[in-house]
């Protein structure tokens, strides 16, 4: 059995809620990666912002980066995955909700991320055309 722990990238870095999106910006930058988990002050996952959020958002609107905080665009309860979590289970739950990348949790914590690019390297092709039919596929 696949799981969630299998398939992640390990060591997946939050913004705080507190710190600016142009914080956020640079530590998309450095990572190299499209897209931030948002944690609170109780170290919670509290959503997810994305280098696409930040430009239609905050820069579209005429917003201030360095004015506007994280947890401003943490909008409704995140989804999330168990590490343990089997691979079906986590897609299915991804197809369902049509997200493209998912924070993977162990004993309360943040422990990974799963995104598009890690499934393209774990799952067969038929998998993956499932996946991508489903996730682009209109609402």
């Not at 360095?66 to 401003?72: D, I, L, N, R, T």
């Not at 998998?127 to 682009?136: C, D, G, K, P, R």
Request: with cysteine; glycine share 6%; aromatic share 2%.
């Amino acid at each position: 059995m696949t799981t969630a722990r299998d398939v992640m990238h390990a060591g997946a870095k939050c913004i705080g809620e507190d710190e600016s999106l142009y914080k956020a910006a640079q530590m998309m930058r450095d990572l190299e990666v499209g897209s931030l988990p948002i944690c609170g002050r109780d170290n919670r996952l509290h959503g997810i912002i994305t280098d696409r959020d930040i430009v239609l958002r905050c820069c579209a609107e005429g917003r201030d980066p360095a004015e506007v905080k994280a947890g401003e665009l943490a909008q409704g309860k995140p989804h999330w995955v168990d590490a343990n979590s089997d691979m079906s289970k986590v897609l299915s739950m991804m197809e369902q909700h049509q997200i493209r990348r998912v924070p993977v949790i162990a004993d309360h914590k943040l422990v990974g991320m799963i995104s598009e690019a890690d499934l393209a390297r774990h799952l067969t092709d038929e998998q993956l055309a499932h996946f991508v039919e489903s996730i682009y596929a209109a609402r």
